[in-house]
């Protein structure tokens, strides 16, 4: 049978959350053939706040719990707001057979992404981070004119003015760390410095950003009526400048050797981006752009159409991607709690290299507590013996049962990471 016979498979979407950004990658993933599974939002959220169009496909979702139900859809959306209300339900969605995407940055807390992708490891993997910045359709202009230069990029300087607060600016930072890793690559230090006399550091902030193999990156920041947007790109006889009043907007490229031009874009470009290249991977682009009427919500439940009973189920396999990396997200999150700790002590922070699991968490956990026993093992000692026994108290004589069941539960606690049904793998096995 040929590939235009062959029976394209049916998917779901659902979102939690609300924000312009899930709006607008819902949108788009109805555009690739999605159909649409239900909307839930946390409580205190309006559900007029959903543009009408989605308002008239989505139904809204009394509980989060009815995504879990298997099979009932394949890609769940996670839009931007308060962590809260959303950390239950993830926890709980990333354990199982479907696909998360989130808007990234989801809050500050480097943690909790961490603690996602050692929950998902029984279900798809880590959720995708959609970052809209890293899938403007301008940047891959900017990076194919900075690669035919005759010489390697030396600087990236990238300048924030927003009338915004600290965390707000903070999370204009996590969300710039995943253009600029795109630009420079992998970066693992940070020094910061605020303008002296500022009310607040975020008022006026540098950062000085350094990776392995990167050029020297600049990130400055300055709370303005207006905001504006600039990346510049240096090397030796080249410069290149870009310059927009919304990041996710137009942008205006300053080029001298290769001609300036204006590159018109919206949020809904990057959205559209992202929601073809994920159909096209996972085997679901749409054969012909769906038109406007074709957007409708899934049939009911008895609905016995030949169409829907032909087509088969998409099962959503993991998808590796630069740009959705997770744990590069968590470490852009862990950039910008580093540039806040470089504030505080006023030297540069450097992040280590390591992976999260649930193993090293727990050898974490067991060595702080051996020291914490260690302690506690002496306090037993002076009491019991020098205390106690010096005094003539009877009770004195039992510290070293006391301590023999310390000891002895602590090393009972190290059986907890022993399975023996499911053995570590080696780097080489599949």
Same mark, same amino acid.
């Given at each position: ?5 062959? /029976?394209?498979?049916?998917?779901? %979407?659902?979102?939690?959350?609300? $924000?312009?950004? %899930?709006?607008?990658? &819902? ?18 959220? =309006? ?8 308002? +008239? ?17 394949? %890609?769940?959306? %996670? ?9 239950? /339900? ?22 909790? @992404? @961490? ?82 006399? !500022? ?30 947007? +600039? ?47 994920? &159909? +096209? ?6 054969? &012909?752009?769906? *038109? ?7 049939? !009911?439940?008895? =609905?016995? !159409?030949?169409? +829907? ?13 630069? @740009? ?31 992976? @999260? ?14 020291? $914490? ?10 009491? $019991?013996?020098?205390?106690? $026994?010096r005094m003539g108290w009877r009770w004195g004589r039992w510290w070293p049962g ?25 780097? *080489?096995?599949?």
């Amino acid at each position: 049978m040929s590939d235009e016979t062959t /029976p394209m498979p049916q998917w779901s %979407v659902a979102a939690l959350g609300g $924000g312009a950004r %899930v709006h607008a990658l &819902a949108a788009a993933m109805l555009e690739q053939g999605g159909q649409p599974a239900g909307w839930w939002l946390p409580p205190g959220q =309006d559900a007029s706040a959903l543009p009408e169009r989605l308002r +008239k496909h989505f139904a809204p979702l009394p509980r989060w719990e009815e995504l879990l139900v298997p099979d009932r859809v394949q %890609v769940v959306l %996670v839009g931007q707001g308060e962590l809260e209300p959303l950390q239950e /339900p993830l926890r709980h969605l990333v354990q199982q057979p479907l696909q998360l995407v989130v808007c990234h940055p989801l809050g500050l807390d480097w943690m909790f @992404y @961490y603690e996602l992708a050692m929950h998902a490891q029984e279900g798809l993997g880590p959720p995708l981070a959609w970052n809209p910045l890293q899938w403007h359709p301008a940047l891959e202009v900017v990076l194919a004119r900075a690669e035919r230069w005759s010489s390697p990029l030396e600087r990236v300087v990238l300048q924030w003015e927003a009338p915004a607060r600290a965390q707000a600016m903070q999370q204009a930072l996590a969300e710039h760390l995943g253009l600029l890793r795109g630009v420079a690559g992998v970066l693992h230090s940070v020094s910061a410095t605020a303008l002296p006399g !500022s009310e607040e550091t975020w008022e006026h902030l540098e950062l000085q950003l350094t990776g392995p193999q990167s050029p020297l990156v600049r990130w400055s920041a300055r709370f303005a009526p207006q905001t504006h947007f +600039k990346l510049e790109l240096l090397a030796r006889g080249h410069a290149l400048v870009v310059e927009a009043t919304d990041p996710l907007g137009t942008w205006q490229v300053n080029d001298a050797l290769q001609g300036n031009l204006s590159l018109e874009t919206s949020l809904t470009d990057c959205a559209r981006r992202f929601a073809r290249w994920w &159909a +096209k991977q996972q085997g679901v682009a749409p054969r &012909a752009a769906l *038109k406007e009427d074709a957007l409708r919500p899934p049939a !009911s439940p008895d =609905d016995t !159409s030949t169409d +829907k009973a032909s087509r088969p189920r998409l099962r959503v396999r993991p998808l590796p991607s630069p @740009y959705t990396d997770w744990d590069a997200a968590a470490r852009d999150l862990e950039l910008v709690g580093a540039a806040q700790e470089s504030l505080r002590r006023g030297r540069r922070i450097r992040l280590h290299e390591m992976q @999260y699991s649930e193993q090293q968490v727990f050898r974490g956990l067991m060595s702080a507590l051996g020291c $914490g026993l260690l302690l506690l093992s002496l306090i037993v000692f002076v009491i $019991g013996e020098l205390v106690a $026994g010096r005094m003539g108290w009877r009770w004195g004589r039992w510290w070293p049962g006391v301590l023999l069941v310390l000891l002895g539960g602590f090393l009972l606690l190290q059986l907890l990471q022993w399975n023996p049904t499911s053995p570590e793998k080696s780097p *080489k096995e599949d």
